[in-house]
T-cell receptor
Framework: QQPVQSPQAVILREGEDAVINCSSS?????VHWYRQKHGEAPVFLMI?????EQKGHEKISASFNEKKQQSSLYLTASQLSYSGTYFC???????????FGGGTRLMVKP | NAGVTQTPKFQVLKTGQSMTLQCAQD?????MYWYRQDPGMGLRLIYY???????DKGEVPNGYNVSRLNKREFSLRLESAAPSQTSVYFC?????????????FGSGTQLSVL
């Protein structure tokens, strides 16, 4: 079953912050975050394993609450290069399939 | 390093035709995957191969077959193409079969079925 992402789309001005949420109805082993630019392949950002750790990638960080089966991606002081579609992918405890959410389209304007 | 290479990049088929999408990785990864992405949508898993010699169905396997030819290559076959299979197909590989393995994606194959 696909995880649910919210919001579906976000428009920001350069320097503003955003939060993208990902939730699942099933117990999760891990959450992945990827970014896809238009016409390109998805590119890995980070993995969060169960344990609630928070990870960071430049000014992009994420958290994982395994009890709530939710993850959030935080983009701070957004840059034009952050524009794209962000996907979360979730693995259940069987760990043999990565299922992606529907994506969040992020547009950063000057 | 080439990473994950997919061929062809573009293909147009008529309904009922068959074709094979090729994927090869040069990173010595154990696991390989085929996803499809419809316009404005997320990625849906078609088939995956956790290791050489094994294949398993994903979320949307109907109408497709796969072959894990060796550790490097994982092909996707459409036996009788249908307009509903018009999509962008991505192959991916991972050093670890599940349990937190990062995916490396190919550049995609844009397939149109008329």
């Amino acid at each position: 079953q696909q995880p649910v992402q919210s919001p579906q789309a976000v428009i920001l001005r350069e320097g503003e912050d955003a939060v993208i949420n990902c939730s699942s109805s099933k117990a999760l082993y891990s959450v992945h975050w990827y970014r896809q630019k238009h016409g390109e392949a998805p590119v890995f950002l980070m993995i969060l394993l169960k344990g609630g750790e928070q990870k960071g990638h430049e000014k992009i960080s994420a958290s994982f609450n395994e009890k709530k089966q939710q993850s959030s991606l935080y983009l701070t002081a957004s840059q034009l290069s952050y524009s794209g579609t962000y996907f979360c992918g979730t693995e259940n405890n069987a760990g043999n399939m990565l299922t992606f959410g529907g994506g969040t389209r992020l547009m950063v304007k000057p | 390093n080439a990473g994950v290479t997919q061929t062809p990049k573009f293909q147009v088929l008529k309904t009922g035709q068959s074709m094979t999408l090729q994927c090869a990785q040069d990173m010595n990864h154990n696991s390989m995957y085929w996803y499809r992405q419809d316009p404005g949508m997320g990625l849906r898993l078609i088939y995956y191969s956790a290791s050489e010699g094994t294949t398993d169905k994903g979320e949307v396997p109907n109408g497709y077959n796969v072959s894990r030819l060796n550790k490097r290559e994982f092909s996707l076959r459409l036996e009788s193409a249908a307009p509903s299979q018009t999509s962008v197909y991505f192959c991916a590989s991972s050093p670890i079969g599940g349990q937190g393995g990062k995916l490396f994606f190919g550049s995609g194959t844009q397939l149109s079925v008329l």
